[in-house]
């Protein structure tokens, strides 16, 4: 199964059906922090409805077509990061990521992106990454911004939030440029 380590602290490993409840509870623990900016916390009211969801992401995995992986913070399920997919035609991908509440302030997603950036480039040999956060999403923006990604600009009414639309900043980088 997928590993990778990032540092000291931090790993990335690929979750299986028998780490269904520890993202339930992780979810469940920080459920209203994650309400404003994720618009799938509300239907994932179960460990149950996590297992179909880890399999999706096996599955994607398996294909080659991007993954999700749990983030370990000193051996403890903190949060996720991942490529959604891989548009391997045109050499690119997305990375999405979350948080939980409690791991916050500690680098944790700073290094975790910046290890998917770095397989990105060197592993898989793709030629950009994208990342996109909410405007007023200013936790999940110091991401890219901290790692000197550029902002492209801003997708208007982009992602669909529960009873309302919001805006996107794309933020990108080249190989080149990494």
Not at 19 to 30: H, I, P, T
Not at 39 to 63: G, R, T
Not at 117 to 125: P, V, W
Request: glycine residues 6%.
């Amino acid at each position: 199964m997928f590993t990778m380590k990032v540092n000291d602290d931090i790993s990335l490993k690929l979750l299986e059906q028998e780490d269904a409840k520890a993202l339930f509870d992780l979810v469940d623990e920080s459920r209203d922090y994650l309400r404003e900016w994720l618009p799938w916390v509300d239907s994932m009211k179960q460990v149950a409805d996590y297992e179909p969801i880890i399999e999706m992401w096996l599955k994607k995995f398996s294909e080659h077509d991007g993954y999700q992986a749990g983030i370990l913070y000193k051996g403890k399920l903190a949060g996720m990061v991942g490529f959604h997919s891989v548009d391997w035609s045109n050499r690119k991908t997305t990375i999405g990521y979350w948080l939980a509440e409690s791991y916050q302030g500690h680098g944790i997603m700073t290094a975790a992106v910046r290890a998917l950036i770095d397989q990105a480039f060197t592993e898989y040999k793709l030629n950009r990454v994208e990342i996109y956060c909410g405007v007023g999403n200013e936790k999940s923006r110091a991401i890219p911004e901290r790692l000197d990604l550029k902002q492209e600009g801003i997708i208007r009414d982009a992602e669909y939030l529960y009873d309302h639309y919001h805006d996107c900043a794309l933020y990108r980088v080249l190989a080149r440029e990494w």
